[in-house]
């Protein structure tokens, strides 16, 4: 055989397995993002049933703690908060919201506390802990998204796959993550 015969297979081979990396990286990090597009997908469908649910426990509570007005303020600032959030498309300022939204909620829980009466009625019961079960879900829904946004995140960084993303913009993912001023434990007082 031509020895440039040989160059141009050597050649030739060298090129499809570049190729073949290419297009491997390629669609391991559409896979990626895609994953991390639906565990997005699924935190908003469970924050979704629970901005749903939270005006019936407002109502229920607002019914036995008329004088409680500013509580009630304040999940339905934070909850108009967390729509404008949802609606801008900006996944830091959501996260933000929900946090807020997250402390007006154990708020109203707590004035709910105060009324025996209240917590002894079926209705709020019921909607206590169907709260109880979306906020299970929510948890594990931010935490399967953290997971599957790191290993993105792993992968945009990580050479060689870090020449891939580079060259086809991929980004890294944020993070759900609690703000610093909001992991102290919210004080309540009536």
Not at 12 to 34: D, F, K, P, Q, T
Not at 112 to 135: I, T, V, W
Not at 152 to 159: D, W
Request: net charge negative.
């Amino acid at each position: 055989m031509n020895p440039t015969v040989i160059t141009i297979i050597v050649v030739v081979v060298i090129l499809l397995l570049i190729a073949m990396w290419l297009i491997s990286g390629y669609n391991n990090l559409v896979s990626l993002r895609n994953r991390v597009a639906n565990a997005w997908s699924q935190i908003d469908i469970q924050l979704k049933q629970r901005a749903d649910l939270i005006p019936n426990i407002v109502n229920t509570v607002k019914g036995y703690a008329q004088h409680e007005s500013d509580v009630f303020i304040q999940v339905t600032q934070a909850r108009t908060a967390v729509q404008a959030a949802s609606n801008s498309g900006n996944l830091n300022e959501r996260i933000n919201a929900e946090t807020q939204l997250d402390k007006a909620i154990v708020n109203v829980l707590a004035v709910a506390e105060a009324y025996p009466e209240l917590k002894a009625n079926a209705n709020f019961m019921s909607l206590q802990s169907q709260l109880s079960d979306l906020e299970g879900k929510i948890a594990y829904a931010r935490q399967f998204y953290n997971d599957v946004a790191q290993k993105l995140n792993i992968t945009v960084e990580s050479f060689p796959s870090n020449i891939i993303a580079g060259l086809f913009h991929f980004e890294k993912a944020a993070y759900f993550e609690v703000a610093e001023a909001d992991r102290q434990v919210p004080q309540v007082q009536f």
